[in-house]
């Protein structure tokens, strides 16, 4: 049976990353394109409740595209339920700037829609690079370079699935590739940024803040290091069992034993 895959992004039609990632995992079976018809950076695993889902369908770069108003998180199951039930694998990207360090992740629509498809228990991987504009991905050398390595991670994930206990695997491109750039298994740094908040005011004098970040120094072995320091392309497993690690709560139980008698008094 042919397998199914899902191509997204956060960042539009627009962006030529969407095709790389196309051009990267079409040939290991049928895949369908479903894109937020503006960009939709930093929203996470936001879903869509306020207002109704528009789908409709383009012809782009020769490619038969869905659209919709929703965010990366709203494709997943916008897809499953309109376009292709029956999905073997989800990738997201290539992002339009990497996304390293846990300060990111949590924020990333590119990781988000991989995140949720991870939910239905659908493999997904998320691609992105540190790129400031998609027409970096012209170089004719960066583009083989990301395709090349995008298809042989996606051939391994259908062939193999994840392992036990990871959801998702985060991979981040560096500027540029070359015959020396390494493939490095990293962990998540905890920060990128640290966050600025530059006050000013408008024509009228009503104060405004517009929030910024300037590059923390990363500790090696860490995402951002691979990738902005040494220049290599990382990939991180990302477990999402956030809020129920069983071994944490057993390694700390006496804390939280002590905690809940504490709750329990005056009750």
Request: hydrophobic content about 40%; glycine content about 6%; aromatic content about 8%.
């Amino acid at each position: 049976m042919q397998r199914r895959i899902l191509v997204t992004n956060d960042d539009g039609i627009y962006s030529l990353g969407l095709k790389l990632l196309y051009d990267a995992v079409s040939p290991l079976g049928k895949t369908i394109v479903f894109a937020p018809e503006t960009p939709k950076s930093a929203s996470g695993l936001g879903i869509t409740l306020h207002k109704p889902l528009r789908v409709f369908r383009v012809n782009y770069w020769d490619i038969d595209i869905y659209l919709t108003n929703g965010t990366p998180s709203d494709i997943i199951y916008l897809a499953v339920n309109e376009a292709m039930p029956q999905l073997d694998l989800v990738v997201s990207g290539v992002n339009i700037g990497d996304n390293t360090s846990v300060q990111v992740v949590l924020s990333s629509g590119t990781v988000g829609a991989a995140a949720q498809a991870s939910l239905l228990g659908i493999p997904a991987i998320a691609f992105s690079a540190n790129v400031e504009d998609s027409n970096e991905f012209n170089d004719p050398d960066y583009y083989r370079g990301i395709m090349r390595i995008a298809r042989a991670i996606s051939e391994y994930v259908l062939d193999n699935g994840m392992p036990e206990g990871i959801q998702v695997l985060n991979v981040n491109f560096p500027r540029r590739i070359t015959k020396k750039t390494e493939i490095k298994l990293a962990r998540m740094a905890s920060i990128k940024f640290l966050q600025r908040v530059n006050v000013s005011f408008d024509p009228r004098g009503n104060k405004y803040y517009w929030m910024y970040g300037t590059m923390a120094e990363p500790e090696p072995g860490t995402d951002v290091y691979v990738v902005h320091v040494e220049e290599n392309i990382a990939i991180t497993p990302i477990s999402f069992h956030l809020l129920t690690a069983d071994t944490l709560i057993d390694k700390h139980s006496d804390y939280f034993e002590d905690l809940v008698r504490k709750l329990k008094v005056g009750m």
